[in-house]
């Protein structure tokens, strides 16, 4: 199934033809694995990287099926990267607190539940982590311009053509494919591949000091 989404709003379901089966769908994520762009993908690695030297804050934030790999992306980064008693990498998921999410959808307006949340918190050199599948999630896309106003580095997973998001993220993985389902899987891969990255420079720092200092 071929999509070219114009809004947030949610997709069909995308999925190889009726019959084609489990091979069908492999054969289909062979195809993506051969045109990712990896070059994207450790510049990703690098803006956290240099986040964690600075001791900058990282937020996290998509919808649905995103906002679970939000939460699962704040764990991997935020615990995952604890290593010998390590300095921490502060790291905050937006889909996680549900009252206040639901308080600034019924409030105010669904498209300011992540923007909201950023406000308080996100300053200069923080870096702001958007998963859309479509990149055109409204709350997604008002979330990035706070953050871009705000002077943080803005980085982002999407899918398709790269929607609204990719103008308005420094680094944006864009996953080379028309299928939610494929895109999903990927953007899971994308961040366990960076959170890999990522663990291996700490540990490799902590190794050659006691503490990793902080830079301007």
Known sequence: MTASPTSGRALPFSAPSPGSGSQQYFRMFSEVLHNLPHHRIDEITDILWQAYQRDRALFVFGNGGSAALASHSACDFGKGTVINGNRRFRVMSLTDNVPLLTA????????????????????????????????????????????????????????????????????????????????EDYHVAVTHAVFISLRHKIAEAADQADEIPHEP
């Open 104 to 183: 600034w959808a019924n409030d105010h307006h669904y498209s300011e539940v992540f923007a909201e949340q950023l406000r308080p918190f996100i300053g200069h050199n923080d870096v702001a982590f958007a998963i859309s599948g479509s990149g055109n999630s409204e709350n997604v896309l008002r979330a990035l311009q706070i953050a871009r106003e705000t002077g943080a580095r803005t980085i982002g997973l999407t899918g398709f053509q790269g929607g609204k998001m990719k103008f308005l993220c420094d680094v944006c993985v864009i996953v080379p494919s028309d299928c939610m389902q494929l895109i």
